[in-house]
């Protein structure tokens, strides 16, 4: 699950079973987290910037276009993923049916990226929120996958403005995710950062959770 070339092959077959491009969740959708994510939104818009967001590891899921698309505040989301294959699918549908946003400053883009390499991309202190759904539950998830999933968090903590947040929406029991959170924070050369978890929901049998981790402010 931390191969490109799995989710190549993942995204490939997905599209190929559907006669025209559906936007496929790996679990729930935009609808069922809204309410998490707009206050966000809110507390970190002003009349002259857009909010700067990223869906990381965004697949073919239809997360980042609908915070575009909802959003009433000005927002700039950025959807990005390892696959070049979910990329190429996203784009033409985002070509294909562009719909309006609410707020007509807000920009959308879906770009090819790995997120273990994000600094490359994004300036130090430039984010204001990471959605992230099911991407670290994939990286944790396989073997090889531990060490990136420790990377991802250490460029997501370097790229996020220090009011901001990233949000990982996942199935992992608290137990677990919280601990492992904690004990890469306190990594040497790791921002601090404050922890939290609220719980989404149970759908068709599992408990979905959003852990929420904010940079420490840095006392001068
Ligand atoms: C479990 S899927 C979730 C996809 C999407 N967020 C959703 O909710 O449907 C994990 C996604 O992470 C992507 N991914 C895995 N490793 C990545 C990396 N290093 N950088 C960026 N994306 C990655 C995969 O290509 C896949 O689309």
Redesign the pocket.
């Known amino acids: 699950?931390?191969?490109?070339a799995?989710?190549?092959r993942?995204?490939t077959e997905n599209s190929s079973r559907m006669p025209e491009f559906e936007?496929?969740?790996?679990?729930f959708g935009f609808n069922s987290v809204q309410d998490f994510i707009m206050p966000f939104l809110r507390s970190r818009s002003s009349s002259d910037t857009l909010v700067r967001v990223l869906?990381?590891?965004?697949?073919?899921?239809a997360?980042g276009p609908s915070i575009y698309r909802h959003s009433p505040f000005p927002v700039r989301v950025t959807c990005?993923?390892?696959?070049p294959v979910?990329v190429q699918l996203m784009q033409e549908s985002i070509r294909a049916k562009a719909a309006a946003p609410q707020n007509p400053s807000s920009q959308l883009e879906v770009l090819e990226?790995?997120?273990?390499e994000l600094c490359g991309y994004f300036g130090s202190n430039s984010v204001d929120l990471i959605v992230?759904?099911?991407?670290t539950?994939?990286?944790l998830r396989s073997r090889e996958?531990q060490g990136?999933a420790s990377q991802?968090l250490k460029q997501c903590l370097r790229v996020l403005r220090s009011d901001g947040s990233l949000l990982q929406?996942s199935d992992e029991d608290p137990d677990a995710r919280l601990l492992w959170l904690e004990s890469e924070g306190r990594e040497p050369g790791v921002t601090a950062a404050d922890v939290g978890v609220h719980e989404i929901g149970e759908m068709r049998g599992m408990h979905y959770y959003c852990y929420q981790v904010t940079p420490r402010p840095v006392l001068h």
């Open positions: 699950m931390d191969k490109k799995t989710w190549d993942f995204y936007n496929f969740e790996w679990f869906d990381m590891g965004c697949g073919t899921s997360f990005a993923d390892i696959s979910a990226l790995d997120c273990t992230d759904k099911g991407t539950d994939a990286l996958g990136k991802v929406f």
